[in-house]
């Protein structure tokens, strides 16, 4: 288990980069349409969660838990479309997503814009797991 | 892809408010995001984005920034060099050069990455330089 709760650190995190009234924060907000960040944005709360964290989180660590085991060339296509197998990954860390809504037109620049809060928080966890397993391996 | 006509591959575009990626970088250090200590951190780092777009990298790869530097001046000509996991990638995908060109509005950057056949002429933009693979 953590030392800390990771969900009242993204919370808090979320509340002060965003400048959002925390009775608006729900974990089912979506950092794009909801929230209508940035791609920036959405680094300065990483950042920020990097620096509370006790293991090293990378954003090349997160591009590994969304694209999973996934092939580079089995994710998407040459246009940067996210092919079917790979919706059915992020459909395991981004349970929201409706992929039938979204085949053959989810492309990669448009993959963070559909991040919630909640899918956030759970990648912090895995990754927090992940350095901790390794840390002790 | 016809619409950008026969010689053009892709194109990746990527703009960012340069005030955004200032803030950024006075908050957490030109180390976060794997810039140079320069005057014009958003141009690097705009380009950077343009150009992974263009090649249409992964998840695993679209965070693997110090995989890609730009070399050259605030005026260019500019050189973008390609290391590690995100050069292994570009040179399974490319199949000619990568162009690209940077434009400067109302505190706003914009960078567009052309990925082009080989062989053929990049369409003409301001301050164009060609990429070496």
């Known amino acids: ?137 | 892809m016809p619409e950008y006509g026969s010689g053009v591959l892709r194109v990746g575009s990527y703009s960012v408010d340069t005030d955004s990626v200032e803030r950024l970088i006075a908050r957490h250090g030109p180390k976060a995001l794997h810039l140079p200590d320069r005057a014009d951190p958003a141009l690097p780092w705009a380009v950077r984005q343009a150009t992974l777009r263009a090649l249409a990298a992964p998840p695993r790869l679209a965070g693997r920034w110090g995989d890609i530097a730009l070399r050259g001046g605030a005026e260019g000509p500019w050189t973008l060099l390609f290391t590690g996991e995100v050069a292994r990638y570009a040179q399974s995908v490319l199949h000619g050069d990568v162009s690209f060109s940077v434009t400067h509005r109302a505190g706003r950057i914009t960078a567009h990455a052309v990925l082009t056949r080989a062989g053929t002429t990049p369409p003409a933009f301001p301050r164009e330089t060609e990429v070496p693979r």
């Not at chain 1, 694209?67 to 349970?95: K, N």
């Not at chain 1, 979204?102 to 990669?108: D, I, P, R, V």
């Not at chain 1, 963070?112 to 901790?132: F, K, R, T």
Request: glycine share 8%; net charge negative; hydrophobic share 45%.
């Open chain 1, 1 to 137: 288990m953590f030392p800390y709760d990771v969900g009242e650190l993204v919370r808090s995190i979320v509340i002060d980069t965003l400048g959002i009234p925390a009775a608006l924060y729900r974990t089912d907000l979506v950092f794009s349409a909801d929230l209508g960040l940035e791609s920036l944005d959405l680094l300065d709360i990483f950042f920020r969660i990097e620096c509370s964290a006790p293991v090293v989180l990378t954003v090349e660590k997160c591009g590994r838990y969304l694209q999973g085991d996934v092939p580079d060339e089995e994710f998407c296509d040459a246009r940067g479309v996210i092919s079917a197998r790979g919706l059915s990954r992020l459909r395991t860390v981004m349970p929201q997503l409706d992929t039938g809504q979204w085949a053959g037109k989810l492309t990669l620049d448009r993959m963070l814009s559909e991040l919630s809060i909640g899918n956030l928080v759970s990648m912090v966890e895995n990754l927090l797991a992940e350095g901790q397993a390794a840390a002790h391996a």
